[in-house]
């Protein structure tokens, strides 16, 4: 089976002679390129009861890294189950216009604190709405900064329970309805939220822009 870590050993040094990456993202693929190999040293395992012993190469610890990490994606995964209510639940997807991508991938640490507070505060003030459901609701979201084509597009994915407590926090209210709130109303409040944090960013200079959105530089919004 090919490993991502084979992909960035075959082309991981072309590719990094023709794009520029961002540090972290340099250091993520030497990782994984290096993880349990002979570039990371090893270690021996000794067996307690028969003494047999076996040398292993080191692992990189990366988070990034899906030949390590394995486990530690597993226990996640369980204490995320563990939080869930013992009541049903929405899954629902926020996403942003692909010709936003290049934005967000140039300007991270601005980009996902708006796209996670756009979708936080439409879940939460819709949910509050008597005509929706008119109670204080939890929900877990989760980033994904790529599609299933594993191309860049960042989208947020949560998990809504079917209900919340009364606002006096007493009593809990079950959704009536097969649907969270129609989309089309959670589509036009994240719009607008996302707008206004993005045009808030725009204009005070928080966003750099890179080759190809230099034209954004120029204020017209």
């Not at 594993?150 to 989208?155: C, D, E, I």
Request: proline share 4%; hydrophobic share 35%; glycine share 6%.
């Amino acid at each position: 089976m090919i490993e991502i870590q084979d992909i960035f050993n075959q082309f991981g040094d072309e590719y990094r002679r023709n794009h520029k990456l961002p540090l972290h993202i340099l250091k993520t693929m030497i990782a994984i390129e290096s993880c349990r190999t002979a570039e990371l040293g090893g270690h021996v395992d000794e067996c307690n009861e028969c003494g047999h012993i076996r040398i292993s190469y080191n692992s990189c610890r990366n988070r990034h890294c899906p030949k390590c990490q394995t486990l530690a994606k597993e226990r996640w995964l369980q204490k995320r189950k563990e939080d869930l209510l013992p009541v049903g639940r929405f899954h629902i997807v926020f996403t942003i216009p692909q010709e936003l991508n290049f934005i967000t991938l140039t300007n991270p640490k601005e980009m996902y604190p708006i796209l996670f507070n756009s979708v936080s505060e439409t879940l939460l003030e819709l949910s509050r709405d008597k005509k929706y459901l008119g109670a204080e609701i939890g929900f877990m979201s989760i980033l994904h900064t790529w599609g299933q084509n594993l191309m860049n597009h960042p989208h947020i994915h949560c998990i809504v329970p079917r209900g919340g407590l009364t606002f006096d926090g007493t009593r809990w209210i079950s959704s009536k309805k097969d649907f969270f709130i129609p989309v089309k109303v959670l589509s036009r409040k994240f719009r607008g939220k996302f707008l206004f944090y993005l045009k808030k960013a725009y204009q005070s200079n928080a966003l750099k822009y890179t080759t190809g959105i230099q034209e954004l530089t120029e204020k017209h919004l």
